[in-house]
């Protein structure tokens, strides 16, 4: 499993979040405060993803 930090910029929380990875599949985002977080998140890493191929 890979933990993938990020900083969210979607809302003024400014939220540090950790995104737990496995096999090319996002299992939890941690550190969200709002749902917002939750959705840049699960974004952000599949898009990261997609530029690694």
Same mark, same amino acid.
């Given at each position: $499993?890979?933990?993938?930090?990020?900083? #969210? +910029?979607? #809302?003024?929380? %400014?939220? *540090?979040?950790?995104?737990?990875?496995?096999? &090319?599949?996002?299992? &939890?985002? $941690? +550190? =969200?405060? #709002?749902?917002?977080?939750?959705?840049?998140? %699960?974004?952000?890493?599949?898009? %990261? $993803? *997609? +530029? =690694?191929?």
């Amino acid at each position: $499993m890979e933990i993938v930090k990020l900083s #969210c +910029g979607v #809302c003024e929380n %400014q939220c *540090e979040l950790e995104v737990q990875v496995e096999e &090319d599949e996002v299992l &939890d985002v $941690m +550190g =969200n405060r #709002c749902l917002k977080g939750f959705s840049y998140a %699960q974004r952000a890493v599949y898009e %990261q $993803m *997609e +530029g =690694n191929e």
